[in-house]
């Protein structure tokens, strides 16, 4: 249940497509009643061909205060806000965009240390870990940033495409003290295992790691979003390790976006714990 | 309270400027959560110069399902839409738009049926009545043609500008079998009494009839929807008229737009009494 929507309610619309399973609005309206804001979350379901009309006719809602960007946008979006945000220069996309009253429409992406918070309110912290992330593509991207920059010793990055892992992991050097390189799919020796890549999504997928190298000591990350576990965090319970799925990633995405959005009380109150 | 926004709820839009006072967000909503349809109505402030462009852009929104039009955009919103419907055709303006899947947006006015369906819902028929309606604007010449399509035996229309009352008289005249006609503000006589000036919303406003001919036979309609009862509506309380403010017209025209726009059953079970 939701507060009342007035005539004075700030409009925040969840831009995507599809957005049918889309839970943002759900978590941005539970905590926007808890904390008894006049704020509303809606879903936009706009696809790539309509993105600029929609834009245009987004700036003329005056009481339009935000957007959250999701799947196909979070690269297209870069050229419809006239100002980025470090996080969205750095990463090459967007996931929220503040509209202030002035019209300027800045944009911000919180997938990254979304998820480096979620990891942190379920009790796991990076500082002085050894983290293998698998994936390097939008959120591997995102995540990668994020792990060096919360402390994490050490980065081995690994992806289909060599590559990209080993351009990545150049880019991410540059940007901290941790050490970051190219490598396989292999847990061995390593503290907490992300998974961002979709592997998981179906059930004929194969492991996105060598889940035979998993140890009661690892914490594995899977940041696909799904009601059931993937194969890959029931492997990992199975042999003991501690798991998380997409949620906690999900949850500390949408604080950080709120507190960017101007909802720094929100953001505050719920970064400790829900 | 409101149930859940998801992903696949369907969206209404309260298009106007400006919307901070409006009251249909609230009262569409209500009648959503009641009925349990998974819909949701927010108000979108766009000022004139910004409607063409937010037309389009809206376009690019699946799921927006459809718009209420309240001022300034009443008239302009004709050229936005696919369809007219015989009511918008019939008053020159529109105050609901039907995003239908196709693509195809049609457009409907209200305002006239909702105000004769509002004093239905109160206890007040206008068959056989004579009715003095004042103001030949926008809403007035919507509930001149209701009023005649819904069975009075008269109409008197009175305006400030003469000629503008008898040319809508002239217009209501060719469309059915009410005897219409231009002439004073003069309560005496008639069975029910229609202000549709916005005299009465400030306090210097002087009196839209000559109240001193009301008497107890009367009903004494005022459309201003205020939280303070109007200076007519006080004077024909005092006189012992039964009186009617701007809400049941309000409530009236919410249910005719619902059912316009597919909730014939929200329609249906409210149009007989909430």
Redesign the interface.
């Known amino acids: ?9 700030r ?1 925040y619309g ?1 831009l995507g ?7 943002s ?2 978590l941005l ?1 539970r905590l926007f009643a808890e904390t008894q804001s006049d704020a ?8 790539t061909q ?2 600029a ?12 205060a935000g957007l959250l960007v999701t799947m196909p946008h979070k690269q297209a979006m870069l050229e419809f806000v006239d100002v980025l945000h470090p996080s969205a220069r750095q990463i090459g996309a967007i996931n929220v965009v503040r509209c202030d009253t002035d019209g300027r429409w800045e944009g911000a992406v919180f997938d990254g240390l979304g998820c480096v918070l979620g990891m942190q309110r379920q009790g796991v912290s990076l500082l002085g870990k050894s983290v293998l992330l698998i994936g390097a593509g939008g959120s591997g991207r995102a995540i990668a940033f994020a792990v060096a920059a919360a402390g994490a010793r050490s980065l081995s990055i690994s992806d289909l495409d060599p590559q990209r892992a080993a351009d990545l992991a150049h880019r991410v050097t540059r940007e901290g003290s941790c050490e970051v390189h190219a490598g396989p799919a292999d847990p061995a020796g390593h503290d907490i295992v992300i998974n961002a890549t979709p592997l998981g999504m179906n059930p004929d997928d194969p492991m996105p790691v060598e889940a035979e190298q998993l140890n009661p000591a690892m914490v594995v990350v899977d940041i696909i979003t799904r009601s059931e576990p993937t194969a890959l965090l029931l492997e990992a319970q199975s042999r003991g390790c501690k798991t998380l799925d997409g949620q906690p990633m999900h949850v500390g995405q949408a604080l950080l976006a709120l507190g960017f959005l101007g909802f720094e009380d929100i953001e505050r109150r719920y970064s400790e714990g829900l």
Chains 1, 2 share one sequence.
């Open positions: 249940m939701l507060p009342l929507i007035t005539g004075s309610t409009i969840l497509d599809p957005v049918k399973s889309a839970k609005p759900m309206n509303v979350c809606i879903p936009l379901e706009v696809g309509g993105l009309e929609f834009v245009k006719g987004a700036r003329a809602v005056r009481n339009l």
